[in-house]
């Protein structure tokens, strides 16, 4: 009885994470997909592990192993590691948890911390006015201050950093990556922006 209210949590926190957090905010739809796999995947294999003569220390191996693999095919934003972390702890805390004769309140209040972190640290009012983006302007320029000028007219925001990531003095061209802090807390957060945006 207990493993199947188990996987009823899980599954009740993973549906919250991903359709009442994730999704509303950043509509990445192949993502949704991403959690949802391997939430359950998870939760399936430290299930089994945690149950067998194996433990769950090799189960934290593997995890481990996966955590550090990269797919070269696309890539993910750090707020979607995030995310990709929390459907992995969520499955991971509820499979091993399954092991025992009773229902940890401790696994539960986990849970929900990380459901929670994720609610506050991701909320679109908590510093919704700073973006991101990476520019490339059809000049070059040799003087930061300029370049800082420059952008704080172009994007009509405060220019808080500004990092050259290339300098073509033959195409007369610079790529930057700028972070600025707009007058108004706009709907269009920063991850929703193009990656390269050419000002002339």
Not at 5 to 16: G, K, N, P, R
Not at 22 to 34: I, K, T
Not at 111 to 137: E, K, S, W
Request: zero cysteines.
């Amino acid at each position: 009885m207990i493993p199947v209210v188990l996987i009823a949590i899980d599954l009740a926190a993973i549906s919250l994470l991903t359709f009442g957090l994730y999704f509303p905010r950043h509509r990445r739809r192949d993502l949704v997909v991403a959690f949802l796999g391997v939430n359950v995947g998870v939760l399936a294999v430290s299930m089994v592990l945690g149950s067998s003569t194996i433990g769950a220390g090799l189960g934290l191996g593997l995890f481990g192993v996966l955590s550090i693999i990269r797919l070269r095919s696309d890539e993910i934003a750090q707020h979607e590691v995030a995310y990709y972390f929390a459907a992995l702890a969520l499955g991971l805390i509820a499979g091993l948890s399954a092991a025992g004769t009773t229902i940890s309140p401790l696994a539960i209040a986990l849970m929900a911390l990380i459901l929670l972190v994720l609610f506050v640290g991701d909320h679109p009012n908590l510093y919704g006015r700073y973006r991101q983006q990476t520019i490339r302007l059809d000049q070059a320029f040799l003087d930061e201050g300029q370049l800082a000028d420059h952008l704080g007219l172009l994007l009509g925001a405060r220019i808080r950093s500004v990092q050259v990531r290339e300098l073509d003095l033959v195409n007369d061209t610079t790529l930057v990556d700028v972070r600025f802090q707009t007058s108004i807390a706009g709907s269009l957060r920063h991850e929703e922006l193009p990656l390269d945006r050419i000002a002339r």
